[in-house]
């Protein structure tokens, strides 16, 4: 049994999986060719979306951040505009297994990005220890973001090279501080997980090491 999720290597991951796509194809979303794998996830393509992703996770932790994400925004309490480094998601639905064997995926629907620069990950990797280590000296780490925007300035600093660099930092720090502000806390900033997009923009693309206090619930993806 996974400890978080059903990983994407697994046979039950594959049939629940199968089930999400037939699920999709019936709300004529149909997917193309898979873009990137994890370990508890696949990114799909769409046929005639070229801007859209799919991802299909097992990874309950992400999905919660992302649904939670959205019913805010719903609610009017944020907007995308208040989380730069995000992409943008349009829905997150849970797909059930037909059997008890099984554990359920979650299909999420966001705006497609691409892998960063050479340059630009090692620069995200030394943002990535910054926080790491701010986490490590506060007696809870959720207050991390909220204390390292001159050490970040200092990584901005030997990564001149990079365009846009503080631009790129600034936002990312902003989103963090924002999310963590609305108890939703992102921990896993890495160079996998940060990708850009299509106007070269850093946007976390994974939540799925964060912590929130407040329940959410996923709605069901089922034929039409």
Known sequence: VDWIGTRSSTLRYGRVAGRAVELLRRHRVHLG???GRGRYAEVHSIEGQPDLVVKISGDLTEAAAWAYLLEMIDAGELSWSDLPALPRVRCVMVVE?????DKPLYVIIMDRCWPLPHSEREM???IDEVLLDARGESRSGLSAPYT??????????????????????????????TTAGNSLYIFDIHAENVMRDAAGQWKITDLG????????????????
């Open 209 to 224: 090491m964060t912590e929130s206090c407040c329940p959410v619930t996923v709605p069901v993806l089922d034929g039409p």
């Open 97 to 101: 297994p037909r059997s008890k064997a």
């Open 124 to 126: 995200v990797e030394r």
């Open 33 to 35: 060719r898979i873009l």
């Open 148 to 177: 390292v925007e001159k050490e970040i300035q200092k990584v901005v600093r030997r990564f001149s090279s990079v365009r846009q660099g503080a631009e790129h930092a600034k936002r990312l720090v902003e989103t963090l501080q």
